[in-house]
């Protein structure tokens, strides 16, 4: 069964533009998590969707947002770029939203100039 | 304010011997505690779990343990071998009510390095 899959694997952007990330939960997984990991500050939690729905939301600024398609894919945002946002961003799936298991694609690595 | 705390950045461990990873916690309403393990250049792996309702739970050479009046999980690796030289990461979950999502909070990792 494949793992978790994350376009692009790398990605340089400046400050000011946006950016959209892609993330291909395990097949008959619907729920998907991501997280941001900074050096010294571990995974950090952005938001969950289930069912094409935000089901929790960490704290984090507006300019970071996602969606979930029917087909279970996710997509993260960020809008207006800082370089303090340089990072890897992680994407998680599990069967179901209170399944404490996840499962976590190989990132995505974020550098803003 | 950091809810799960890894206070060492860092851990050398001679093949063989058993290395011991250390996470703290301070939010008593977690009951749901994970080990994951990663690897450069890619996500996290799933290792072990502990429920608050345990105290040990063993998996081959990983037992996990759990001390909930201290607030303290560890890790203990033995006999540790180089291939388990990653970064450890300790995660909490909080169910916060019925019907909503779980979410893991983790610390910010501990590098084991273990020597041949």
């Known amino acids: 069964k494949a793992g978790v899959t994350q376009t692009p694997r790398y990605l340089i952007k400046t400050r000011g533009q946006q950016v959209t990330l892609s993330c291909s939960p395990i097949?008959?997984?619907?729920?998907v998590s991501w997280y941001q990991q900074t050096p010294g500050q571990g995974l950090q939690f952005l938001f969950e969707?289930?069912?094409?729905?935000?089901?929790n939301k960490g704290n984090f600024p507006g300019r970071f947002s996602g969606r979930q398609f029917s087909n279970s894919r996710s997509e993260m945002n960020v809008s207006t770029l800082e370089l303090g946002d340089s990072a890897l961003y992680l994407c998680?799936?599990?069967?179901?939203?209170?399944?404490?298991?996840?499962?976590f694609g190989p990132g995505t690595r974020l550098t803003v100039l | 304010d950091q809810q799960v705390k890894q206070n060492s950045p860092s851990l050398s461990v001679q093949e063989g011997r058993i290395s011991i990873l250390n996470c703290d916690y301070t939010?008593?309403?977690?009951?749901?505690f994970l080990w994951y393990k990663k690897y450069p250049a890619e996500g996290p792996t799933f290792l072990i779990s502990?429920?608050?309702?345990?105290d040990k739970n063993e998996d081959g050479r990983f037992t996990v343990f759990l001390n909930k009046s201290a607030k303290h999980l560890s890790l203990h690796i033995v006999p540790s071998q180089p291939g388990d030289s990653a970064v450890y990461f300790c995660?909490?979950?909080?169910?916060?009510?019925?019907?909503?999502?779980?979410?893991?909070?983790f610390g910010s990792g501990t590098q084991l390095t273990v020597l041949p």
């Open positions: 969707y289930f069912s094409e729905t935000q089901r």
């Open positions: 995660a909490a979950s909080l169910d916060f009510s019925s019907g909503s999502a779980r979410q893991l909070t």
């Open positions: 502990i429920s608050s309702i345990k």
């Open positions: 998680a799936s599990s069967l179901l939203p209170n399944t404490d298991t996840q499962y």
């Open positions: 097949s008959g997984h619907r729920s």
């Open positions: 939010n008593s309403m977690f009951d749901y």
